[in-house]
C-alpha cells in the first residue's frame, strides 16, 4: 500500500521533503485556559450538540464541545454535508484549531477533529508536522496532510540502519549532533522544539559539509591529476617587457598575483584560477604579464572582455603596450568585419596571432587555436558558467584558465558557488591613488552639482553622468537617456563644452567613437547608460554622477564609481535620487559613502538583496540548499568548511574505513547540487 501511494517518491526523496513548520499536539489543554492570546490548542472533550442554521451560502454547522472545565463552541461553513454525518454526539474527541473569540466567548472555526481512540485522553507525543504540496504533488491526490501520513508510515518501517550515519564520527562527537537517524525523526516528527532545533543544525550542517567534501574532492584531484600545458620558463618577452616597457613598477599584490600564476602555470596542471582585484587594482597588466609567460613558451592566449567597448579599451592599451615586441594582437568581435574575421580565424588556427582579445565572439564555434595555452576571462561575473566551458573546448588540453572580476565575491559565495576554484586576491591599490569622496545628493541640489562637474572640467578634469537601465522596456530607457543628453546639454551651452554619448541600441563602430574620443579628452563629458559599467579606463576623469542611483545595485554603483580616482588626482562620486527617498534606499547609499572596499559592498549588497540577486549565482545554482541558507547559516557553512578541510588533509581520498559510509553516499550522488563542477 505504502508502496503504490509512494509511486513519486523514492524514500530517500520522501525523507527530504521537510515540513516547513509543526504544530504543537504533544499535550491537551483545558477549555478554561484559552485567553485571547492563545495560538493554537488541542482540547479533549465530548460533543454535546449539533445544530444546523442559515441557508445556503450562510450555511453554517454549530457544535458544542465539553470538557471537564467549560464548553465552547465549534463552526463549519464548508462540509457541512459531511461532518453532519462524520460526527457523533456523546462521542469524545481530540480537538485542534485556533480559537477565536466571539461576543466574549471562545469558539473555534474549522478545527481539526479526531475521534479519541480510548477512554483516558492521550496527546501525541511529537509536534505534528506540516508540509508543503506543490500544484503537481496535488495534482497526483498528494496534499501536504497525505505526505505526512506517508512519513509517518515511513518511519513504522524504517529503522536506524535504514539511515545509516554519514558524518565523520570526530564532527558529530565535537559538535554534539544527533545521529542521523535521529535527526531525520527530529525533523519530521520532533518530541520538542528543542529537539527541532537540534535535528535542524545537524541536517544543515550536513548539506553544506557534503557540498564542501564535494569542492574540495573536485580541487583537489584537479590538483593531483589534471594535466595542463607547462610553461617552463620566463622568457625574453616577459623580461624584455618588464625593463623595457612596464609604465610602473608593479604593487605588491600584482606581484605576488604572478607569482600564483606563474607557480600554477610551470606546475604541470591545469590552472583554474579564481582573480579577485577590486576596481583599479591593476588587473589588465596581470593578464597581460601572464600572456606574455605563454607567448615565451609558445602559447597563445585569449582574453575574453564583456563588451565590446572594453574589448576594444583592452586592445588598444594592450597593442600599445606592446607595440615594440614582436607579439602579434588581435580583436575579434561581433562586429568585425567578414574579410577581416576570416584572416583572424585563419592566423589563431595557424598560430600566427599570440594574443587574441574579443567578446564573447571568441566562444563560437569556429573560432579554433593552433596552440591556446592560456585564457583569461575579464569580469566573469557576466559571463555564465555554461558559455565559459566552451572555451576549455578549444584544444585538445584544456588551456590554463585566469577567471579576473572586480566584483568582489562575499566569502560566502566564494566558498560555495566557487569553490574549487584557486583563489587570488589583489586588496592593494597603485600608489598615488586618492580614495574617492562618495556624497549623496537630492534633485534640489542638481545645480550644485552641475555647477560642481563646471568646476572640474575647468581644472581639465572629465565626467562622467550615468542613467539607469529600465530593465523593462528598451524605447523607455532610450527616451530617459535622450532626455538626459537633453538636460546636460542644456546645463553646458557653451560651445567649449563637447558631450560624448553611448548606449546599448548603438552601432558598435559609433560607439566606440564617441568613446574614443573621450578617451582622447576631445569630449569633456560622457553621457552614458551601464554599457560603460565595468573596466573602462579613463585616468583623467574626476567625477561620476550617477542618476535615479537608488535603481541600481550596490555592486553596480561600486563598479561604476570604480570608473574614477584611476588617476593621481582627487576623483568624486555623486549619487543623485530625487527628493523623496525611501530610507532603505538611503541607507543602502550610505554604505556606499561610507566605505570603498568592494569586499565589504559585495557582502552588504548580499545581504540586503539576498543571494538570488547576485549576477551569476542564479544560474550556478549556488543556492540550492534544502535547510540551509549561506546568508543565515554562515557560521555552519564555515564550520563545515573547516571540518571538510581537515577531513580531507587526513584523508584525500575518503579511503580510510571510518569514511566508508560517506564515500558511499558520495559516490552515490547523493545529496547532490547540480553546481559541484563550476569551471
Ligand atoms: P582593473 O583592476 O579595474 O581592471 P586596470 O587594470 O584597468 O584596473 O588598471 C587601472 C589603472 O591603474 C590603469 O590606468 C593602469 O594603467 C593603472 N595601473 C595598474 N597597475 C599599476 C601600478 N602598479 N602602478 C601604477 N598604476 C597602475
Ligand atoms: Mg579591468
Known amino acids: 500500500m505504502l508502496k503504490k501511494e509512494l509511486g513519486i517518491f523514492t524514500f530517500g526523496q520522501l525523507l527530504?521533503?521537510?515540513?516547513?513548520?509543526?504544530?504543537?499536539?504533544?499535550?491537551?489543554?483545558?477549555?478554561?485556559?484559552?485567553?485571547?492570546q492563545t495560538e493554537y490548542i488541542l482540547l479533549s472533550g465530548t460533543i454535546t450538540g449539533i445544530e444546523v442554521s442559515g441557508e445556503k451560502r450562510s450555511k453554517r454547522?454549530?457544535?458544542?464541545?465539553?470538557d471537564k472545565t467549560g464548553?465552547?463552541?465549534?463552526?463549519?461553513?464548508?462540509?457541512?454535508?459531511?461532518?453532519?454525518?462524520?460526527?457523533?454526539?456523546?462521542?469524545?474527541?481530540?480537538?485542534?484549531?485556533?480559537?477565536?473569540?466571539?461576543?466574549?466567548?471562545?469558539?473555534?472555526?474549522?478545527p481539526e477533529l479526531d475521534p479519541l481512540q480510548s477512554e483516558t485522553a492521550e496527546a501525541r507525543n511529537f509536534m505534528e508536522p506540516v508540509y508543503p504540496s506543490t500544484e503537481k504533488l496535488k495534482a497526483r491526490g498528494l496534499t501536504g496532510r497525505s505526505i505526512g501520513k506517508l512519513t509517518f508510515n515511513l518511519f513504522s518501517i524504517l529503522s536506524e540502519k535504514d539511515i545509516p550515519e554519514i558524518l565523520p564520527e570526530f564532527i558529530c562527537r565535537k559538535e554534539h549532533f544527533p545521529s542521523r537517524w535521529d535527526a531525520y525523526k527530529n525533523i519530521h516528527f520532533p518530541i520538542s522544539q528543542e529537539s527541532y532545533e537540534r535535528a535542524l543544525q545537524r541536517l544543515k550542517f550536513e548539506e553544506f559539509f557534503i557540498a564542501q567534501v564535494r569542492l574540495g574532492l573536485i580541487k583537489s584531484s584537479r590538483h593531483r591529476f589534471s594535466r595542463g600545458f607547462i610553461f617552463e620558463k620566463v622568457g625574453s618577452l616577459f623580461n624584455d617587457f618588464y625593463t623595457h616597457?612596464?609604465?610602473?613598477?608593479?604593487?605588491?599584490?600584482?606581484?605576488?598575483?604572478?607569482?600564483?600564476?606563474?607557480?600554477?602555470?610551470g606546475s604541470g596542471r591545469q590552472m583554474n584560477r579564481l582573480l579577485q582585484g577590486d576596481v583599479g587594482s591593476g588587473?589588465?597588466?596581470?593578464?597581460?604579464?601572464?600572456?606574455?609567460?605563454?607567448?615565451?613558451?609558445?602559447?597563445?592566449?585569449?582574453?575574453?572582455?564583456?563588451?565590446?567597448?572594453?574589448?576594444?579599451?583592452?586592445?588598444?592599451?594592450?597593442?600599445?603596450?606592446?607595440?615594440?615586441?614582436?607579439?602579434?594582437?588581435?580583436?575579434?568581435?561581433?562586429?568585425?568585419?567578414?574579410?577581416?574575421?576570416?584572416?583572424?580565424?585563419?592566423?589563431?588556427?595557424n598560430g600566427t596571432i599570440h594574443i587574441l582579445i574579443g567578446t564573447h565572439a571568441l566562444i563560437e564555434q569556429d573560432v579554433q587555436f593552433l596552440k591556446l595555452g592560456l585564457a583569461i576571462v575579464d569580469e566573469q561575473h557576466r559571463f555564465g558558467v555554461a558559455q565559459r566551458a566552451r572555451l576549455w573546448e578549444k584544444s585538445k588540453l584544456v588551456p590554463h584558465v585566469l577567471v579576473m572580476t572586480a566584483t568582489p565575491i562575499p566569502r560566502t559565495l566564494a566558498m560555495t558557488a566557487y569553490g574549487d576554484l584557486d583563489t587570488s586576491i589583489m586588496d592593494e591599490l597603485p600608489p598615488g591613488r586618492q580614495p574617492i569622496l562618495t556624497v549623496h545628493r537630492m534633485e534640489d541640489s542638481r545645480p550644485q552639482v552641475m555647477d560642481f562637474i563646471r568646476k572640474e572640467i575647468k581644472l581639465g578634469r572629465q565626467a562622467y553622468i550615468i542613467f539607469p537601465l529600465i530593465e523593462e522596456s528598451e524605447k523607455l530607457n532610450y527616451e530617459n537617456l535622450m532626455k538626459g543628453y537633453e538636460n546636460v546639454k542644456a546645463w553646458f551651452p557653451e560651445p567649449k563644452y563637447w558631450i560624448s554619448m553611448v548606449h546599448g541600441r548603438m552601432k558598435a563602430a559609433q560607439k566606440d567613437e564617441n568613446m574614443q574620443r573621450f578617451v582622447k579628452g576631445e569630449t569633456q563629458i560622457m553621457v552614458s547608460t551601464t554599457v560603460i559599467e565595468v573596466g573602462v579606463n579613463v585616468p583623467n576623469a574626476s567625477v561620476m554622477v550617477i542618476e535615479s542611483a537608488e535603481k541600481f545595485g550596490l555592486s553596480q554603483l561600486h563598479q561604476l564609481r570604480g570608473r574614477v580616482g584611476r588617476g593621481a588626482e582627487k576623483?568624486?562620486?555623486?549619487?543623485?535620487?530625487?527628493?523623496?527617498?525611501?530610507?532603505?534606499?538611503?541607507?543602502?547609499?550610505?554604505?556606499?559613502?561610507?566605505?570603498?572596499?568592494?569586499?565589504?559592498?559585495?557582502?552588504?549588497?548580499?545581504?540586503?538583496?539576498?543571494?538570488?540577486?547576485?549576477?551569476?549565482?542564479r544560474q550556478s545554482g549556488a543556492l540550492n540548499f534544502r535547510l540551509a541558507n549561506i546568508l543565515t547559516d554562515r557560521d555552519l557553512l564555515e564550520k563545515a568548511k573547516l571540518s571538510s578541510e581537515s577531513l580531507l588533509e587526513n584523508d584525500p581520498d575518503l579511503d580510510l574505513p571510518a569514511q566508508s559510509a560517506l564515500k558511499k553516499y558520495l559516490q552515490a550522488g547523493q545529496g547532490k547540487n547540480p553546481w559541484s563542477k563550476i569551471s
Not at 527530504?16 to 485571547?36: A, C, E, G, Q
Not at 572596499?597 to 551569476?616: H, S, T, V, Y
Open 16 to 36: 527530504d521533503l521537510f515540513p516547513y513548520r509543526h504544530v504543537d499536539k504533544t499535550s491537551i489543554r483545558n477549555i478554561s485556559d484559552i485567553t485571547p
Open 61 to 66: 454547522l454549530t457544535a458544542i464541545l465539553t
Open 571 to 617: 576623483s568624486y562620486c555623486i549619487l543623485l535620487t530625487g527628493n523623496k527617498v525611501s530610507r532603505e534606499a538611503k541607507e543602502r547609499l550610505g554604505i556606499l559613502c561610507a566605505t570603498n572596499d568592494g569586499f565589504r559592498i559585495a557582502e552588504k549588497d548580499l545581504e540586503i538583496r539576498g543571494p538570488g540577486d547576485i549576477e551569476g549565482t
Open 283 to 349: 588587473k589588465t597588466i596581470v593578464a597581460l604579464m601572464s600572456m606574455l609567460i605563454a607567448a615565451d613558451n609558445g602559447y597563445q592566449s585569449c582574453l575574453m572582455a564583456p563588451t565590446e567597448i572594453l574589448a576594444q579599451q583592452h586592445y588598444e592599451s594592450l597593442s600599445t603596450l606592446l607595440k615594440e615586441l614582436p607579439v602579434q594582437v588581435e580583436i575579434l568581435t561581433g562586429s568585425t568585419k567578414t574579410a577581416k574575421r576570416r584572416k583572424i580565424l585563419e592566423e589563431a588556427a
Open 245 to 265: 616597457h612596464l609604465p610602473f613598477s608593479l604593487t605588491g599584490a600584482q606581484k605576488r598575483v604572478l607569482r600564483e600564476i606563474r607557480k600554477d602555470t
Open 71 to 110: 464548553s465552547l463552541e465549534l463552526t463549519w461553513f464548508q462540509g457541512i454535508n459531511w461532518i453532519q454525518k462524520a460526527i457523533l454526539p456523546g462521542t469524545a474527541y481530540l480537538v485542534y484549531g485556533k480559537p477565536g473569540f466571539f461576543m466574549g466567548k471562545p469558539q473555534i472555526t474549522h
